[in-house]
């Protein structure tokens, strides 16, 4: 076989890994995985520690000796805790929807060529991820709306995302157009062509910015610390930042740096935290089979 005839090498990306590459893979995997894992389970230990294993162990429990619920108990006797998590999970459901809903009749309407003006209004949303109007002028059209103070305040100043909706668009525009005009030619209209075609194709990418959503609404502050003046509604990740970082009391306003409350105070710090994270380790398992594909599948047609 002379030279001209010989088979292209392949790329090094496809030539299988050798053994010292594997276990390299190996080792880097397991040193992220614990990077990941071990503050976890410092939260979750310190969470249910007793007064004597936190300060046994100087403040970092990763195994307590003598377990209790008793931080759990105090956060959920109080009421604090289960009104701040009704409202985030509140927040987040009705915010996760009408985002959603909003999003993908924007994205919609964009990916449809016949569009009048269809490119500047385009480049009107787009336009929001270059610059943003800042703190002053978001306060000042919240409170001419009269959102001040209310729920609303918290879903409405972020209803669309700009990112969100050139993922969905993107998507949208990759679907196959004759599938479209036969649905138009059997007498589809547009709400119809939507909600029978396009969505039900479209799983995994609302999958994905369903769980945009629904995480940047659950983890949002800096909304209710602006707009909502009455403690009573504030939500869950506010109640986290006062109590865990600012070392304020659920109860009161006073603080828990006395030396006596240290260790059961770090017990429910974090609790508070352990709290705040479950709901959405729940229901991320659920959509992560979808998350590779929908980002993908959104990013690259169109």
């Known amino acids: 076989m002379t030279r001209s005839d010989a088979p292209p090498a392949r790329p090094a990306w496809m030539e299988p890994p050798s053994a010292l590459g594997r276990a390299a893979k190996a080792a880097i995997l397991v040193v992220i995985t614990v990077a990941v894992l071990y503050p976890m389970v410092n939260v979750l230990a ?13 403040g970092l ?47 919609w309407a964009l990916s449809r060529r016949q569009l009048t003006g269809g490119r500047y209004f385009l480049l009107l949303v787009l336009f929001t991820m270059l610059f943003s109007p800042g703190i002053i002028p978001n306060f000042l059209m919240v409170k001419q709306l009269g959102l001040l103070n209310s729920y609303a305040s918290l879903i409405v100043p972020t209803l669309v995302s700009a990112f969100n909706m050139v993922v969905l668009r993107s998507f949208f525009m ?5 599938l479209i005009d036969s649905a138009r030619v ?40 602006l707009y909502l ?37 770090q017990a429910m710090q974090m609790a508070v935290v352990v709290v705040a994270l479950v709901p959405i380790l729940l229901v991320y398992p659920f959509l992560q089979r979808y998350f590779t594909k929908g980002v993908l599948t959104g990013a690259i047609k169109g």
Do not use: C
């Open 46 to 58: 310190t969470s249910i520690a007793s007064q004597k294993d936190i300060a046994g162990h100087g």
């Open 174 to 178: 990759g679907l196959p157009e004759e």
């Open 229 to 265: 003046n009455d403690p009573s509604k504030w939500p869950l990740p506010l109640i986290l930042r006062m109590y865990v970082l600012q070392g304020q009391s659920l109860g009161s306003g006073n603080s828990i740096a006395s030396s006596e409350a240290v260790a059961p105070g």
């Open 61 to 107: 429990v990763l195994w307590p000796d003598h377990p209790s619920l008793a931080a759990y108990r105090t956060i959920f006797s109080g009421g604090t805790v289960t009104r701040a998590l009704l409202v985030s999970v509140g927040v987040a459901v009705v915010g996760t929807l009408a985002s959603l809903s909003v999003t993908v009749a924007l994205a």
């Open 186 to 225: 059997d007498g589809a209209g547009e709400l119809r062509l939507l909600l029978r075609i396009v969505l039900p194709l479209s799983k995994a990418v609302l999958a994905v910015v369903s769980l945009f959503y629904a995480v940047a609404y659950w983890n949002a502050f800096f909304n209710a610390l």
